[in-house]
């Protein structure tokens, strides 16, 4: 019950769209060269998912800080350690900082399954698009996700009405 569209998603012109990046997902794991940060910042910016004019906030641990700083410096950037940090980091945004109060849009660039609960309860009062690579998407995220776009395929997925 999934129909396809090969439309891109792009910032709404009248709403203001915040966009969650779990950057260790999309580089596979702690950024640990500035060269991974630029790649990943490169990827993002070419998915038609965000404009320059969106909230971008960035879950990294510590180890990446500093190349993901350097990467994307006008971005919000929330550190925490552990193997879950730069989740749990993202996850407390996500639950405690009323983004569909704030915002029309929701980007969750993350195919962990930690985000599931969240996700489906904010898309009951915003748009939420998750975006991750195809095979990082977990069964409980995709389930919980009115629009999936896959980071390695350029098409989006929307739940059927």
Same mark, same amino acid.
């Given at each position: 019950?999934?129909?396809?569209?090969?439309?891109?998603?792009? #910032?709404?012109?009248t709403?203001?769209?915040?966009? =969650?990046i779990?950057?260790?997902? $999309?580089?596979g794991g702690? $950024? &640990?060269?500035l060269?991974?940060? =630029? +790649?990943a910042?490169?990827?993002?910016?070419?998915? !038609?998912?965000?404009?320059?004019?969106? &909230?971008?906030v960035l879950?990294? !641990?510590? %180890?990446? *800080? $500093?190349n993901? /700083?350097?990467? +994307?410096?006008?971005?919000?950037?929330?550190?925490?350690? /552990?193997?879950?940090?730069?989740?749990l @980091?993202?996850?407390?945004?996500?639950?405690?900082?009323?983004?569909?109060?704030?915002?029309?849009?929701?980007?969750?660039?993350? !195919?962990? &399954?930690?985000f599931?609960? #969240?996700? %489906?309860?904010? @898309?009951?009062? @915003?748009?939420?698009?998750?975006?991750?690579w195809?095979?990082?998407?977990s069964?409980? =995220?995709?389930?919980?996700?009115?629009?999936? &776009?896959? =980071?390695?395929?350029?098409?989006? *997925?929307?739940? %059927? #009405?």
């Amino acid at each position: 019950m999934l129909a396809t569209t090969r439309t891109k998603t792009t #910032a709404t012109q009248t709403g203001r769209r915040i966009v =969650l990046i779990d950057i260790e997902n $999309v580089v596979g794991g702690q $950024v &640990h060269t500035l060269d991974q940060a =630029l +790649w990943a910042k490169e990827k993002l910016e070419n998915s !038609g998912l965000f404009s320059s004019c969106d &909230h971008i906030v960035l879950g990294v !641990g510590p %180890a990446g *800080y $500093v190349n993901v /700083g350097v990467a +994307w410096p006008q971005a919000r950037k929330v550190v925490r350690d /552990g193997s879950d940090g730069a989740d749990l @980091a993202l996850l407390e945004i996500l639950t405690t900082e009323n983004l569909s109060d704030r915002f029309d849009d929701v980007v969750v660039i993350s !195919g962990d &399954h930690i985000f599931a609960e #969240a996700v %489906a309860l904010t @898309a009951k009062s @915003a748009n939420v698009t998750v975006a991750c690579w195809s095979a990082s998407l977990s069964p409980q =995220l995709f389930l919980a996700s009115p629009t999936i &776009h896959f =980071l390695d395929e350029g098409f989006e *997925y929307a739940m %059927a #009405a």
